[in-house]
């Protein structure tokens, strides 16, 4: 079914990456009509092809659908990560309709101001040091060695599929300290702000919560979660995950639970 969002946040593509599912992504922007397009950072994974490269066509179909939507009408903003960090220079440029910026302001109809960034800005507050940081990226690499095989087996056996990483990082004692302390330095920022909250990636863990007040959205990522933020024409901000099975993206029961209720902005 083609759906209508005002507003879409993506982040942590990784073009360019095997990991990346590109093509449930194409089919989820093929089906969707969007009034603003975010792109919240690491869209391209110049670190992946920094040490192999790869470009499969499903990325580069990806890339043309992106620029499609920017001259058609649909404002695309491009907030570059860590991963495509080269791409931080050209802040308050544009490369054709595509608006580059480190950080931005998004107003929902409903009046909220949200900040939006990647979030790696962060990371000397979240991180426990270097070799904790370097340990973290061994540990992700082998995390997602196991999680494609793990689903290799799955789709063998008919069954749909499931982010064994997400899972993980909700049952180890580290992941969620490492999460939550990234939740406050994000809601931090945007409190010494004065907005109403903040929409971010980087961390690959999609959620919509509050933190003393201020709501904080995370899109996820389109290496594990298949994930993404929508505004509906009321201002209401959901999240959505791709259905692997149906080829269509539904919302979480447990994400709808947690919805921010709507506030004005003081």
């Known amino acids: 079914m083609h759906k209508y969002y005002k507003t879409v946040w993506?982040?942590?593509?990784?073009?360019?990456?095997?990991?990346?599912?590109?093509?449930?992504?194409?089919?989820?922007?093929?089906?969707?009509?969007?009034?603003?397009?975010?792109?919240?950072?690491?869209?391209?994974?110049?670190?992946?092809?920094?040490?192999?490269?790869?470009?499969?066509?499903?990325?580069?179909?990806?890339l043309h659908k992106i620029l499609s939507l920017s001259e058609s009408g649909c404002k695309v903003i491009y907030l570059p990560g860590n991963?495509?960090?080269?791409?931080?220079?050209?802040?308050?440029?544009?490369?054709?309709?595509?608006?580059v910026k480190r950080e931005d302001i998004h107003t929902t109809i409903d009046g909220r101001k949200l900040l939006v960034l990647h979030?790696?800005?962060?990371d000397e507050e979240v991180c426990?040091?270097?070799?904790?940081?370097?340990?973290?990226?061994?540990?992700?690499?082998?995390?997602?060695?196991?999680n494609r095989w793990y689903n290799r087996f799955r789709t063998w056996k008919g069954l749909p599929y499931r982010s064994l990483a997400g899972y993980l990082k909700k049952h180890i004692k580290g992941a969620n300290k490492?999460?939550?302390?990234?939740?406050?330095?994000?809601?931090?920022?945007?409190?010494?702000?004065?907005?109403?909250?903040?929409?971010?990636?980087h961390i690959h863990f999609p959620e919509i919560s509050n933190e003393n007040g201020i709501a904080y959205h995370n899109?996820?990522?389109w290496i594990e979660s298949c994930s993404a933020l929508v505004e509906n024409e009321k201002g209401n901000i959901d999240l959505v995950y791709f259905a692997h099975s149906s080829g269509d993206c539904i919302k979480s029961k447990q994400i709808q639970l947690e919805k921010i209720p709507n506030k004005k902005a003081a």
């Open 83 to 99: 991963h495509d960090a080269p791409f931080q220079q050209y802040d308050g440029m544009a490369f054709g309709h595509i608006d």
């Open 219 to 221: 899109d996820g990522d």
């Open 128 to 146: 426990f040091g270097k070799f904790h940081a370097w340990i973290g990226d061994k540990g992700y690499d082998l995390l997602l060695f196991v």
């Open 10 to 62: 993506i982040s942590d593509i990784h073009l360019g990456s095997k990991d990346c599912k590109a093509d449930y992504l194409l089919t989820f922007l093929n089906q969707t009509t969007i009034g603003t397009l975010y792109l919240v950072g690491d869209i391209v994974d110049m670190w992946a092809m920094s040490k192999q490269f790869r470009w499969p066509e499903s990325h580069n179909q990806v």
């Open 178 to 201: 490492a999460i939550s302390r990234y939740r406050a330095a994000c809601c931090n920022r945007a409190k010494k702000l004065q907005l109403d909250g903040v929409v971010c990636g």
């Open 119 to 122: 979030g790696d800005q962060f």
